[in-house]
């Protein structure tokens, strides 16, 4: 959300002020990336965005390892007629991007890429509206082609094999633009828009929280309340399926902020029972796998995760980094081409974990750390800072108030 506010703050002609911006380097990249491109971005809490000062960068723009703020900067700079190259760390430079780049040609828009990976270069308006269907279903796509349509002469319609996170269609609609969602398909209708300012605060992020809430989940007699939590739909399978495995689950006080559901939810500790998730289940958890995956370690079972081939191209090939992970930890785990069988109920090994500089990899397995005989040594604490470089203050504080 962190992201999208800051690309559609960028549009608005009025300056605009979001408060509770994430901290993580993803979303340094995406400030970075936009200050080249001409938006001043000042101050701390809140951040104030001055934005429609558009200008082309002068150097290739830089995101880190951050896959959001590629491919969703891909459609919005198309869109407003911006001629970049973009670059990345290696770990970006190995993820797809002709998911994205193949829809943009069809809008009209010019792109180059030797391999359909970093670098790639755009430049050319969207001269074309689109009605796409996606093969693969993403929430970085689908936003990234409504980013671009808003530069389009012509409608622009997106259509989704699974529901994916819907950030993007709620901040539009907030803002004023004529946008719709029916049966998975979005339609943005043409026009000459001049933005709303951005003013809200970010909810914090469930993909996050859901370490925290595993933390609870995982240690006998824990319980831990995340308040300010996007209550979201599309967000919030993960304590959905916590509350299939018997743990205690309540949301309260849940309000709508931006267009966005915000509430509390609390977490409790309970006997774990193992789980299986496949098909549409699959996008609402993508980014919880890795820590789903430590749950069923310690579940009365067998939990079963299918579908999940998306996961290969991650930060890393998060499937393989569980496996090898949670074998270390003298885990039962088969893993398969799109998932993995975790075999529960095992005493957990301590001793050397290879993160493979994913944070949440990294993250996963110290909460798993929590329960395990010995210590877990991380080969890489630092990649822990792209989502959440207060991770181990939480978790200290967390311990610290048992």
């Not at 902020?257 to 699959?282: C, K, M, W, Y």
């Amino acid at each position: 959300m962190s992201h999208r506010a800051l690309m559609l703050a960028a549009l608005s002609p009025k300056p605009s002020r979001i408060r509770n911006l994430s901290s993580g380097e993803d979303v340094q990249s995406t400030i970075g990336c936009l200050r080249q491109c001409g938006i001043r971005i000042e101050g701390n809490d809140p951040i104030t965005v001055y934005g429609n000062t558009w200008k082309a960068p002068s150097d290739p723009l830089d995101c880190g390892n951050s896959g959001t703020t590629a491919r969703l900067l891909m459609g919005l700079l198309a869109g407003q007629g911006i001629a970049a190259t973009f670059i990345g760390d290696a770990s970006l430079q190995r993820r797809p991007m002709n998911r994205i780049l193949r829809p943009l040609n069809q809008m009209g828009v010019h792109t180059g890429s030797k391999s359909g990976h970093l670098p790639v270069t755009i430049h050319g308006w969207p001269t074309r509206g689109l009605d796409y269907r996606l093969p693969v279903a993403s929430a970085q796509v689908k936003s990234a082609l409504l980013l671009a349509g808003l530069g389009a002469p012509e409608e622009v319609t997106v259509t989704e094999p699974v529901a994916t996170r819907d950030h993007t269609e709620r901040m539009l609609a907030a803002l004023g633009i004529p946008i719709s969602v029916i049966d998975r398909t979005c339609r943005l209708e043409p026009g000459n828009y001049s933005l709303k300012p951005v003013e809200m605060t970010i909810p914090g992020d469930p993909s996050t929280a859901a370490f925290f809430a595993a933390a609870a989940a995982l240690v006998p007699g824990s319980q831990i309340t995340l308040i300010n939590l996007s209550a979201n739909p599309t967000r919030i399978q993960f304590f959905d399926l916590l509350r299939t495995m018997g743990v205690f689950v309540r949301w309260s006080q849940v309000k709508t902020r931006f267009g966005e559901p915000v509430g509390s939810v609390t977490v409790a500790h309970r006997e774990l029972h193992p789980f299986q998730i496949a098909g549409e289940n699959i996008p609402g958890v993508i980014d919880e796998i890795p820590i789903l995956a430590v749950l069923a370690s310690q579940a009365d079972g067998v939990s079963h995760i299918r579908d999940a081939g998306e996961l290969r191209v991650k930060e890393s090939d998060r499937l393989n980094a569980l496996a090898v992970n949670l074998k270390k930890m003298g885990v039962e785990v088969k893993e398969t081409a799109d998932g993995l069988d975790i075999h529960g109920g095992a005493a957990l090994k301590g001793g050397p974990i290879t993160t493979f500089q994913d944070h949440r990899i990294a993250m996963a397995f110290a909460i798993a750390g929590l329960v395990s005989q010995s210590p877990v040594i991380l080969d890489d604490t630092d990649c822990i800072q792209i989502s959440c470089p207060d991770f181990f203050n939480y978790l200290h504080s967390l311990q610290d108030a048992s």
